[in-house]
């Protein structure tokens, strides 16, 4: 049994815009990681039920790097995804729709190499990242 950590954030873009931002490997490149001395040097993404999310985390200087993946298990459109990651764990993100705002929420299941906080503290990092790219790019749809 894994514990949960949920963080959120609300964008001041649509949810059209958001769902884009947060889905197309061309945009999750530049918004997928927690500090300015890592990025996403690439990402895939097969948006359908069965089919698999990946994208490459490492740090600038190559020091560490690891890939992350999930198999999703939902996807409804503008709505909610939700897949599972190797080790069972899931990872649960729903898009609410505000009109020119959306309030993005994710529900994970903790690891347990890592303290709750720590994880908490880093992927809400990669939500503030992605909050930011999306507040500061164009709407794409």
């Not at 649509?14 to 500090?35: D, Q």
Request: charged share 25%; proline share 4%; glycine share 4%.
């Amino acid at each position: 049994m894994f514990e949960k950590i949920t963080i959120e954030s609300t964008i001041n873009q649509p949810s059209p815009a958001v769902w884009e931002f947060w889905n197309n490997p061309e945009h999750i490149t530049k918004w997928n990681f927690a500090s300015e001395d890592w990025h996403c040097p690439y990402a895939e993404n097969d948006l359908k039920v069965g089919c698999k999310l990946l994208s490459r985390m490492e740090a600038k200087d190559g020091s560490f790097g690891f890939d992350f993946e999930g198999i999703y298990n939902e996807v409804i459109f503008l709505h909610k995804i939700s897949y599972t990651l190797p080790d069972g764990r899931v990872v649960l993100t729903t898009f609410e729709n505000l009109g020119n705002q959306t309030k993005v929420t994710t529900l994970f299941d903790a690891e347990k190499e890592n303290s709750l906080e720590l994880q908490k503290n880093g992927w809400q990092a990669i939500l503030n990242n992605f909050k930011s790219y999306a507040e500061t790019n164009k709407n794409p749809t």
